[in-house]
């Protein structure tokens, strides 16, 4: 009997010992790949963790984005957040973070902020802020263009912001109160230099989460563990599909060239942004209306299926998939309430 229960007690505490690991499901990878680039994750284009912040309730976010080592930028422009929870839950949130992410604070506010930087424009940077880690709203910065870096202090209920040139060491501030900064149109004010050597920054560490990043930096496979709980969250660094498990999209038949009315776009490429597909001719000057400030590079194609004619709206042209695919994002990102910006997606250009 002594030994039965002793098999047991050890048979007990060897379950409560096994480590409960969550998954990055199949879904939300599929999920994320359609979100950044349109189509399923390939060898080519792979779907990448990129870094993480710790939010309350043990929830983790977690950004995501495409690297293809063939593109003119290999780690893509753009980012997408996706928060994951103790019990498994995965959340692909509905926006962009475009950029490279180089920082991510927490004031005292409970407040997020996000520090991005530019790998396409000489290295300007940005600056989202967030409450949720769900809606985030891009910071209208002091209008600079000659300095490098930034970083940002939180000191009582006021933000400063200090830019410095990398080659000569010139520094600017500005500063403005923290709920002005995240304001439309914030006033900022630019600081003294007597000014910049008072302030004292207050240091605020996360929430109160018990997540423990455990990979090392250069490793193939990301590993998050509980503290307290024996509960692990991993999943590989860069992911894709099998070619056997992607599906080709159908081949459209085009059997009517532009309207001669129409320009063609000049630059060369075979990808375009197609807008949507209209069955009605009456919807086009909405369309054209809604992106005017894109109208250089809008053309409409005519297309015959026999009993309809059908309109099909497209948008400038790109030498591959991936740079149409930060185009997209863009767009997206300056219309985020445009349903034909959401619905738009990567096509090849109709011969």
């Known amino acids: 009997m002594r030994l039965f229960l002793l098999f047991v007690i050890f048979t007990l505490y060897g379950l409560e010992a096994k480590t409960l690991n969550i998954h990055l499901p199949q879904q939300t990878k599929s999920q994320l790949c359609k979100k950044l680039s349109d189509h399923e994750c390939t060898k080519e284009e792979q779907l990448q963790y990129k870094s993480y912040f710790k939010l309350n309730n043990d929830r983790l976010m977690l950004f995501f984005n495409t690297y293809n080592k063939n593109a003119l930028y290999p780690n893509g422009s753009l980012n997408v957040p996706v928060i994951v929870d103790i019990n498994g839950r995965w959340q692909v949130i509905d926006n962009y973070i475009k950029d490279e992410i180089i920082a991510i604070l927490h004031d005292p506010h409970d ?47 006021d933000i400063i912001v200090t830019f410095q040139r990398v080659e000569n060491d010139n520094v600017k501030a500005w500063i403005t109160t923290y709920q002005d900064a995240i304001s439309p149109e914030p006033k900022w004010r630019l600081m003294e230099k007597k000014e910049l050597y008072q302030k004292v920054c207050q240091k605020i560490s996360a929430y109160n989460n018990a997540w423990r990043l455990k990979s090392k930096k250069d490793s193939s496979n990301i590993l998050f563990k509980h503290k307290y709980k024996n509960i692990a969250i991993s999943f590989p660094k860069r992911t894709f599909y099998r070619p056997n498990s992607i599906r080709k999209a159908p081949i459209e038949n085009y059997s009517k060239p532009i309207p001669p009315a129409i320009t063609k776009i000049e630059n060369s490429g075979k990808y375009t942004i197609q807008l949507g597909t209209f069955n009605y001719k009456t919807s086009l000057p909405l369309i054209y209306q809604e992106f005017s400030r894109l109208k250089k590079g809008i053309v409409t194609k005519e297309i015959d299926n026999g009993n309809r004619v059908q309109y099909k709206i497209f948008l400038e042209r790109f030498r591959d998939r991936y740079e149409a695919t930060i185009r997209l994002g863009e767009i997206r990102s300056e219309y985020p309430n445009s349903k034909i910006a959401k619905g738009a997606f990567i096509t090849k250009i109709p011969q």
Not at 117 to 129: A, E, I, K, V
Not at 143 to 152: D, L, V
């Open 111 to 157: 407040g997020i902020w996000l520090h991005t930087m530019s790998t396409r424009r000489d290295g300007y940077s940005s600056l989202y802020y967030s409450r949720d880690g769900i809606n985030w709203q891009k910071i209208k910065l002091p209008s600079i263009r000659t300095f490098q870096t930034m970083q940002i202090c939180f000191q009582d209920n």
